[in-house]
Structure formats: structure tokens, C-alpha cells
T-cell receptor, first 114, second 113 residues
Framework: GNSVTQMEGPVTLSEEAFLTINCTYT??????LFWYVQYPGEGLQLLLK?????DKGSNKGFEATYRKETTSFHLEKGSVQVSDSAVYFC?????????????FGKGTKLSVIP | NAGVTQTPKFQVLKTGQSMTLQCAQD?????MSWYRQDPGMGLRLIHY???????DQGEVPNGYNVSRSTTEDFPLRLLSAAPSQTSVYFC????????????FGSGTRLTVV
């Protein structure tokens, strides 16, 4: 089955710093790739996605590019804010034989300090 | 559009008690699933369903039952609660098609004493 390895945290950055959270995956076929964000006390929200190689997903200043050659989908943001403090999950989808599942990494906790 | 609704938001159970966590979605999604989230463990899949009348086990199914009698509802039953089931539980739904992510509920925080 699919698997996801993402950068272990916690990650602490100062406001306006550059953020990279690494994510690599193993999958059969052509999966879709996702980043989810979980704010304290809340459920997971879809942050961005990419459905084919070289696609770039973007939202709220965050970006990630689907790199099939390196099986990666690293999350980046040029200037983080305190409000970006959350846990970030990378995910890859499997679809086939009438089934559909997302496999998630273990999450990376980001804390942004003023 | 309510999305995915989970009830209750908080629950305390005594060891050995049973209960049902409710999950409902109004998006006509075929796929629904239950995850538990524990510190340092990420999200672990308990059970999932690809449509009414069809369910299957995930990574950690022991101690939990599910059924799917309608497209909208996917309840999770704890048969005899144990302290090891103390966790935050999330329900998620999705179309069964590539390129669609999950929509998650806001979670149920369960404590078993």
C-alpha cells in the first residue's frame, strides 16, 4: 500500500521566516497528493492538493509541487505568521477496485513565535 | 451545507461501558471512514466504507464495530470501552474518485476511565 514519510517536528520559527516541511511518498500508480492543516482543538482541513506530476497546489501563501521523479511533495511558505501555528499532515491517495483511501504522514507541528 | 457532523464532541466513559459515536454527512459521499488520533501516532484508520452496506477494517479495528445502512450515516460503536481507547476520533468522507480529498468532522474527544 501507499506510505508517507514527513519531516518530524516540532518546528519552531520566527514570524516572517521561510518554511519547508518535507514529505516523500511511496505509491503504486498515479496518486493524488494532499496537505492538510489541523489547528488546535479542530479537525483536519484540506490546505492544498495536486493530482498529477508537476502540478503545483497553492493556498493561503502555501505551495507544494508534485515531484514524481523524487516522489516528493514538500510544503513551503515564504513568510510564516503566528496564525500558521498548527499541525500539518501530508497525504497520498489510493484508488482502485472500488476503494479509495488516503494515507497520512504522522504530522509536523509548527509553532511560529512573534 | 453542514459537511461532516460528529456527535458528541466530548465523552467520558467508564471501563466496560459501550457507546456509539455518530457521524453524518450531507454531501452524498460514497466513502466514509473513522480515524483515531493519538499523540505521536498520527492518524490511524479504524474502519471504512465505500457505500451503504459495505464496510471494511482499517489498521486498528479491534474493539470497534461499524455499519452503514444509509449513505449519510456511519456510526462507530465501542463494544466494551478500555482505557487504551482514550483518544480523539475523527470521521471523514469523500467521493470515491481520484483527486478528491477527505472532508473531516471536528472530532470527538473520548476519555475512558
Amino acid at each position: 500500500g501507499n506510505s508517507v514519510t514527513q519531516m518530524e517536528g516540532p518546528v519552531t520559527l520566527s514570524e516572517e521566516a521561510f518554511l519547508t516541511i518535507n514529505c516523500t511518498y511511496t505509491a503504486t500508480g498515479y496518486p493524488s497528493l494532499f496537505w492538510y492543516v489541523q489547528y488546535p482543538g479542530e479537525g483536519l482541513q484540506l490546505l492544498l492538493k495536486a493530482t498529477k506530476a508537476d502540478d503545483k497546489g497553492s493556498n493561503k501563501g502555501f505551495e507544494a509541487t508534485y515531484r514524481k521523479e523524487t516522489t516528493s511533495f514538500h510544503l513551503e511558505k515564504g513568510s510564516v505568521q503566528v496564525s500558521d501555528s498548527a499541525v500539518y499532515f501530508c497525504g497520498t491517495s489510493y484508488s482502485g477496485a472500488g476503494s479509495y483511501q488516503l494515507t497520512f504522514g504522522k504530522g509536523t507541528k509548527l509553532s511560529v513565535i512573534p | 451545507n453542514a459537511g461532516v457532523t460528529q456527535t458528541p464532541k466530548f465523552q467520558v466513559l467508564k471501563t466496560g461501558q459501550s457507546m456509539t459515536l455518530q457521524c453524518a454527512q450531507d454531501m452524498n459521499h460514497e466513502y466514509m471512514s473513522w480515524y483515531r488520533q493519538d499523540p505521536g501516532m498520527g492518524l490511524r484508520l479504524i474502519h471504512y466504507s465505500v457505500g451503504a452496506g459495505i464496510t471494511d477494517q482499517g489498521e486498528v479495528p479491534n474493539g470497534y464495530n461499524v455499519s452503514r445502512s444509509t449513505t449519510e450515516d456511519f456510526p462507530l460503536r465501542l463494544l466494551s470501552a478500555a482505557p487504551s481507547q482514550t483518544s480523539v476520533y475523527f470521521c471523514a468522507s469523500s467521493p470515491v474518485r481520484q483527486g478528491y480529498g477527505y472532508t473531516f468532522g471536528s472530532g470527538t474527544r473520548l476519555t475512558v476511565v
